[in-house]
């Protein structure tokens, strides 16, 4: 490979953010949160939920790309950023794992569900391609970085929506759940360039790597849709605080979605013709300035920076 081609010069680089990335030791305080974190909404509290089913997994493996990709990094900038990156993303995924946990306490058992989430990212989508398919191990590779990139697009326009989403907090939302999402929303708007200079800088030449890009994202816009779903039909089917037999319903989601506790389908279907283009860039995706105004103001992360402080004192 050439890297130098790919490489992102932070000099030329029109959409440099000089912006830090690092991750951050926050903790969460589980006892108090209600099964329903945000009151008499089921559905919309499920529809949430459903990052918890995907993330631990989902990130762990975002890491464990990076890690094999680290080698084909020659620019000091991003991998500087790739760093950064992957020590949040691993924070995320430990983070949401404690919400399963707090949810099996709760009498909702996730783990036939994360199960196949496990199996998605550890098997499918493993070091090796699946099922002795002859691909070679770089192209692979340079595949499932693609993937990376195409669901960090997603998460990008997850996190600027919760950043805003006033309608959760109107609704009386559990604090330390929002304060959870927004956390994350606002590092991953703060990360959301690098997934995509990731691939760029390692996914070969154009025009190939145009148009994997254009592959994965057709691949995993509806691998997602129907991932989402399932995880929240699984949830309200098996929420212990629900009588009968209840089903997820696309009206109750329409309702929550009109209520402003849930983004909106063109919020979310806009993201993939916008990553199609050829010109695009993640910078132009949500606010840096809100997601790093609220990083200043999070509980979790005050207290973080607060406990690195008093540890480098000591």
Request: hydrophobic share 40%.
């Amino acid at each position: 490979m050439n890297a130098s081609a790919n490489s992102r010069d932070p000099r030329e680089n029109p959409w440099g953010e000089g912006h830090e990335i690092a991750p951050r030791r926050v903790s969460f305080d589980w006892r108090e949160t209600p099964l329903h974190w945000i009151p008499d909404e089921p559905t919309a509290t499920h529809v949430i939920n459903v990052l918890h089913l995907l993330l631990p997994a989902g990130e762990r493996w975002f890491v464990k790309v990076f890690k094999e990709a680290l080698p084909l990094v020659d620019d000091p900038v991003l991998l500087k950023d790739v760093k950064g990156f992957m020590g949040q993303e691993a924070t995320h995924s430990v983070q949401h794992a404690y919400v399963l946990n707090h949810l099996a306490e709760q009498r909702l058992d996730t783990g036939p569900y994360t199960r196949h989430v496990d199996y998605l990212f550890e098997i499918l989508l493993g070091e090796r391609p699946p099922f002795g398919v002859p691909w070679p191990q770089r192209e692979w590779l340079r595949f499932r970085l693609a993937i990376v990139a195409a669901i960090e697009q997603f998460t990008a326009v997850l996190g600027d929506w919760v950043l805003s989403a006033d309608a959760l907090d109107r609704a009386g939302a559990d604090e330390v759940m929002l304060d959870l999402l927004r956390w994350h929303g606002a590092e991953e708007v703060e990360h959301r360039s690098v997934a995509f200079d990731m691939y760029q800088h390692c996914g070969g030449p154009d025009p190939v790597r145009y148009a994997r890009r254009l592959e994965t994202m057709a691949v995993t816009a509806p691998v997602m849709l129907w991932l989402w779903g399932w995880g929240a039909a699984y949830l309200i089917r098996h929420d212990p605080q629900l009588a009968g037999r209840p089903r997820y319903s696309l009206r109750e989601h329409n309702r929550a979605v009109a209520k402003g506790l849930l983004p909106t389908w063109r919020e979310l279907g806009s993201a993939v013709p916008r990553y199609f283009r050829r010109s695009y860039h993640p910078s132009q995706e949500g606010s840096l300035r809100r997601a790093v105004d609220y990083l200043a103001t999070s509980p979790a992360a005050r207290a973080a920076a607060g406990a690195v402080g008093r540890a480098a004192l000591g």
